[in-house]
């Protein structure tokens, strides 16, 4: 069912500049090229959905391939919150967010090494500190959202921007006034999940 999705996330990383982007980039190809997903998926939405409608083509050929397949799907997906962060953050949070794993533990083509997805924020949400131990890479494909970590600096970005974390580095996220869609990547230690950090 999501083979065409995988199809296009590859052809975006290899659509960069620079391949593989960071070394990262050539473990998540081998991983989405040799990807073998079920025929069948079980369907899970959750509210975030409902902000897919405000989502505007980039008009980057390669990003708007992986939107427009993603949002044909995005009903009929599984979709998921941080297991850590339902008691934490507010219900308001919770109805504004969610991802869809397509590769990775407990996902729905499973990898050991590998997380490849999609997460969704609805406006003018803030994502508190967090970090995780595994390595990230970040693609913006819809908003513009800002990121900033432990110094305090926030960086602008817009879709088509990447934005990179190495393990355990403290991150925050503040989503502007339309919906975000990104495109994240994790590799080395990807089964924990992200964990809010108390005193960044």
Known sequence: MIDELLRRIAGF???????????????????????????AVEPD??????????????GNAAIDAVLEEFL??????PWLHTAG???VLSRDYLDNFGYVQLLG??????????????????????????HHEAEELYHVLAGEPLFS???????????????HHAPWQVHV????????????????????DAALVSNP
């Open 105 to 130: 533990p407990n996902s729905i083509v499973e990898h050991p090494g590998v997380r490849v997805g999609i997460g969704v924020w609805g406006p003018h949400l803030h994502y508190p500190a967090h």
């Open 173 to 192: 996220q503040d989503f502007g006034a339309t919906p975000t869609v990104l495109l994240y990547c994790w590799t080395g230690a990807v089964e924990p």
């Open 85 to 87: 962060y339902l008691d």
């Open 149 to 163: 970590g432990r110094d305090g600096n926030r960086r602008a970005t817009r879709p088509g921007d990447a934005v």
């Open 72 to 77: 044909r799907l995005a009903p009929a997906l």
């Open 13 to 39: 990383h290899r659509s960069r500049p620079v391949v593989p982007e960071l070394p990262m980039v050539g473990t998540v190809l081998d991983a989405l090229d040799n990807a073998r997903c079920p025929a």
């Open 45 to 58: 939405p959750l509210p975030v959905i409902r902000h897919l409608d405000a989502v505007e083509p980039s």
